[in-house]
């Protein structure tokens, strides 16, 4: 495994900016998002798109495919826009039995899915310690905690991170009622919801939806919600309506060269490099996918 680069304190040496580390990368550092773990949120706006983490909340995913090839969303909403928080979309009637919208053939009841087993998964620690978890760092292109007393491992509320909405009970979600992590990470709520992947692309058309009212941010009018055209797997998508899209490899050389470059920046503008980086400032790069 290729050592991190490191410079001695109050040292100055020359390296390479991230936008020059990504242009050098190998094709081997990308990868493409898999069509049947990868949702497309279509919007008037534009389309966000999520890719979903099986190897975290495998019951989960398998619920909300279901839900995406059935058309759930299809016509609902986002009715909830909480500022330095979360957008929060789905059946804004799902509380109201006589209104609720049929949940065709998914699954009425899940495990809670907060953590998995750490045996086996292939974790890549940062070097810096996390006020969160004994280890934090990147699994399968996710930033995700891990106790290696434990045994356990799971995904961190960073921006952009995707989780199952539930009332008081851990096992109380479906995966119908979905959030997206639009503020400062809310890294209070790891391992006490269900993250079922990442928005990878169009985070924007969340984060600047016009906020809800105090205290959480649900909207009072409908009219006021923002409607969703479908919610659709990439895969049920023809590949030429498809968000072409590589992601950086989380378990590459030039990733971890990416962290190196955050944690110690080294240009004409910062005068002391930190040392440090938080695992949701590590940036996730993607990029369009290279044509043929």
Request: charged content about 25%; hydrophobic content about 40%.
């Amino acid at each position: 495994m290729p050592l991190l680069l490191a410079y001695p304190a109050g040292a100055w040496a020359a390296a390479r900016g991230m936008e020059e580390i990504l242009a050098a990368a190998p094709a081997a550092d990308w990868r493409s998002p898999d069509p049947e773990n990868t949702l497309y949120l279509e919007l008037d706006a534009g389309r966000v798109v999520i890719e979903l983490a099986p190897g975290f909340a495998p019951e989960h995913v398998a619920n909300i495919r279901t839900l995406a090839r059935e058309g759930f969303w299809d016509g609902t909403s986002i009715y909830r826009v909480q500022d330095n928080f979360v957008a929060q979309f789905g059946d804004a009637d799902a509380d109201d039995t006589a209104k609720a919208k049929p949940l065709g053939t998914a699954k009425r009841k899940l495990p809670a899915e907060f953590e998995r087993d750490a045996a086996g998964l292939a974790f890549e620690p940062l070097p810096d310690a996390d006020g969160w978890a004994p280890q934090a760092g990147f699994a399968d292109g996710f930033a995700a905690g891990r106790d290696p007393d434990a045994g356990k491992a799971w995904l961190a509320h960073c921006y952009g991170a995707v989780g199952a909405g539930r009332n008081l009970e851990a096992d109380s979600s479906l995966g119908a009622e979905l959030y997206v992590v639009i503020g400062q990470a809310p890294r209070q709520l790891d391992r006490n919801i269900t993250l079922v992947g990442r928005v990878i692309q169009g985070i924007e058309q969340l984060s600047a939806l016009p906020r809800g009212p105090e205290p959480m941010g649900f909207y009072e009018e409908a009219a006021r919600r923002t409607p969703i055209r479908a919610v659709r797997l990439a895969s049920e998508v023809p590949p030429a309506q498809r968000s072409a899209l590589q992601l950086l490899r989380t378990d590459s050389a030039t990733f971890r060269e990416v962290i190196e470059s955050r944690r110690n920046r080294r240009d004409d503008f910062y005068k002391r490099p930190a040392g440090h980086i938080d695992l949701c400032n590590v940036p996730l790069p993607v990029r369009a996918a290279p044509a043929g």
